[in-house]
Every structure is written in C-alpha cells, then in structure tokens.
C-alpha cells in the first residue's frame, strides 16, 4: 500500500497529513522503499489504522 492507497483508505485526506502520520513512530516501518517512494503492507497499515481511528479523525478536525 503506497501513500495515495493510504489517502484514500482514510478518506482523501492530504498527502501532508499523510507524510505526518507515515513519519509517526507509531506507524508501521515500510516494506520497502521504492523509486516512486515507500510502501507498506496492507495487513500493518489496516490494523493501524483501527488501533488509531480517533487519533486521525481527531486531528483531522482541526486541519
């Protein structure tokens, strides 16, 4: 899952937000890094996603 799945998977939010949330230490480490940029597995960011849901809907709020 590269940074636009992950984009649109939490509702479009900006790519800027999802740099900030793909540098958190909370966030999965990358699968690999490739020239287009880092991915990740599917399976890591989804449960990532569920364990930090209020966090994203949070902080997108006051965006």
């Known amino acids: 899952m590269g940074t636009h799945e992950i984009r649109v998977r939490l509702g479009g939010i900006s790519r800027q937000r999802v740099y900030e949330l793909t540098m958190r230490r909370s966030f999965p480490e990358p699968a690999a890094e490739l020239e287009q940029g880092r991915v990740w597995l599917a399976e890591d960011v989804e ?5 930090h849901r209020s966090e994203v ?3 997108e709020s006051g965006d």
């Open 47 to 51: 449960r990532w996603i569920a364990e």
């Open 57 to 59: 809907a949070d902080s």
